[in-house]
């Protein structure tokens, strides 16, 4: 079944004390259920990569483009993340969606990039509040992470799910609606991709996850850990996430 997954998303933010910090942390706290994943800035994966040796840590990054190599200034390729070390790359997160024009059609290319090179993806959906007010989230959710998925995904594809309208606000969504979203997008992936492979895929709630929100929201169906923003900032907060997850 593979480990639960508990993602750090640093953003436009972070530090070399930090990821110090975290791996301090960790080693404190050990956690064998709970696969570990901080995606920092770019320009600090091949320095998180080699702090990370050793260490039950491994690195993302935030993004990656489709091409292999060519005219993109300021582009980095999957190729390129994966050699600086990166194990994961986070892909069409909603900000990344919202700031970039990025389409799911372009999420797609960029999940097949990274799948090509031996990446996992963690390939984000989510709705804003005015499709949580329609309510048609579950129908348009489930039609982002279908269109952002290849067809040849495996269980090593990381799905998350993240409500627009809950990141860095400090809300979050209720634990009947995370229910429902996980539930619909496990039953998405087993009609387009078999039981045995929607079972292995890693369902990921993010969204102001905290410390004192994550042991409510990982004893929820189908939530396999969590892509963290803010939270994951903090070494103490993102370490009593990590340990939430491993006993839940
Ligand atoms: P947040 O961010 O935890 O700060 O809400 C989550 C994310 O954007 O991945």
């Known amino acids: 079944m593979g480990r639960k997954i508990a993602a750090g998303n640093w953003k436009m933010n972070g530090s070399r004390a930090a990821l110090a910090e975290i791996t301090a942390l960790i080693d404190a706290h050990p956690s064998p259920n709970v696969e570990t994943v901080i995606c920092p800035p770019a320009t600090l994966i091949s320095f998180a990569a080699d702090q990370a040796q050793g260490h039950d840590l491994t690195i993302?990054?935030?993004?990656?483009?489709?091409?292999?190599?060519?005219?993109?200034?300021?582009?980095?390729?999957?190729?390129?993340?994966?050699?600086?070390?990166?194990?994961?790359?986070?892909?069409?997160?909603?900000?990344?969606?919202?700031?970039?024009?990025?389409?799911?059609?372009?999420?797609?290319?960029?999940?097949?990039?990274?799948?090509?090179?031996?990446?996992?993806?963690?390939?984000?959906?989510?709705?804003?509040?005015?499709?949580?007010?329609?309510?048609?989230?579950?129908?348009?959710?489930?039609?982002?992470?279908?269109?952002?998925?290849?067809?040849?995904?495996?269980?090593?594809?990381?799905?998350?799910?993240?409500?627009?309208?809950?990141?860095?606000?400090?809300?979050?969504?209720?634990?009947a609606d995370i229910a429902e979203m996980h539930g619909a997008i496990r039953a998405a992936l087993t009609d387009r991709f078999g039981a045995e492979i929607a079972d292995e895929i890693k369902i990921l709630y993010g969204g102001s996850v905290k410390p004192d929100n994550a042991a409510d929201i990982f004893a929820v169906a189908n939530v396999d850990g969590a892509l963290v923003g803010g939270a994951s900032l903090k070494a103490v907060d993102f370490s009593a996430i990590i340990t939430a997850l491993e006993l839940a």
């Open 60 to 175: 993302g990054a935030q993004d990656c483009h489709a091409s292999v190599t060519g005219p993109h200034t300021g582009d980095l390729s999957a190729y390129m993340i994966h050699e600086a070390g990166a194990t994961h790359v986070i892909l069409g997160h909603s900000e990344r969606r919202a700031d970039h024009g990025e389409t799911s059609d372009m999420v797609l290319d960029k999940v097949k990039a990274a799948r090509r090179v031996g990446l996992r993806p963690i390939v984000c959906a989510g709705e804003d509040l005015s499709e949580r007010e329609s309510g048609n989230a579950v129908e348009i959710v489930t039609e982002e992470v279908l269109a952002s998925l290849p067809d040849d995904t495996d269980g090593s594809v990381v799905v998350a799910y993240e409500p627009i309208w809950a990141i860095g606000t400090g809300k979050t969504a209720e634990l």
